[in-house]
């Protein structure tokens, strides 16, 4: 998990860096120097990575949606079942990262590695619905 966690904070400053405008455009975040620069970056690219992951959650309904319309009644149900999953996957992810990060709770680490833990997860399970799709011949 900590090279997971490595691996945020270069992504950090690939995903957000160049892209900044108004009023943070000063922000390098590839190389945040104070903690407030280190939670807006970690926002940005945990917005980015959500994002990624609801664009391929929603090709991945449409895909099963499909798929569906194709089945007997008695078989249909894939997109319900795929939301009811993402759902969960949701509320998994954030007990998970609020686990993992609890112990420094009481400072800006535990935090930080709340968003970073968010961030890794999410990355994986954007990974996670776009294997999926291609199993399922997009």
């Known amino acids: 998990m900590l090279r997971a966690l490595h691996l945020v904070a270069v992504l950090i400053g690939l995903?957000?860096?160049?892209?900044?405008?108004?009023?943070?455009?000063?922000?390098?975040?590839?190389?945040?120097?104070?903690?407030?620069?280190?939670?807006?970056?970690a926002e940005k690219a945990l917005e980015e990575a959500d994002a990624k992951m609801e664009a391929a959650f929603g090709r991945l309904v449409a895909?099963?949606?499909?798929?569906?319309?194709?089945?007997?009644?008695?078989?249909?149900?894939?997109?319900a079942a795929l939301e009811d999953a993402q759902a969960a996957w949701k509320a998994y992810r954030e007990k998970d990262c609020k686990a993992y990060g609890f112990p420094f709770m009481g400072g800006t680490r535990g935090h930080d590695l709340f968003r970073s833990c968010m961030i890794v997860l999410t990355m994986q399970r954007t990974d996670d619905l776009t294997a999926t799709l291609e199993d399922y011949g997009n």
């Not at 975040?29 to 970056?41: A, I, S, V």
């Open 15 to 41: 995903l957000i860096g160049p892209g900044l405008a108004g009023a943070q455009e000063n922000i390098d975040c590839g190389y945040p120097l104070n903690n407030n620069e280190r939670t807006y970056c």
């Open 63 to 79: 895909r099963v949606a499909a798929m569906d319309s194709e089945l007997p009644d008695h078989l249909k149900g894939a997109s």
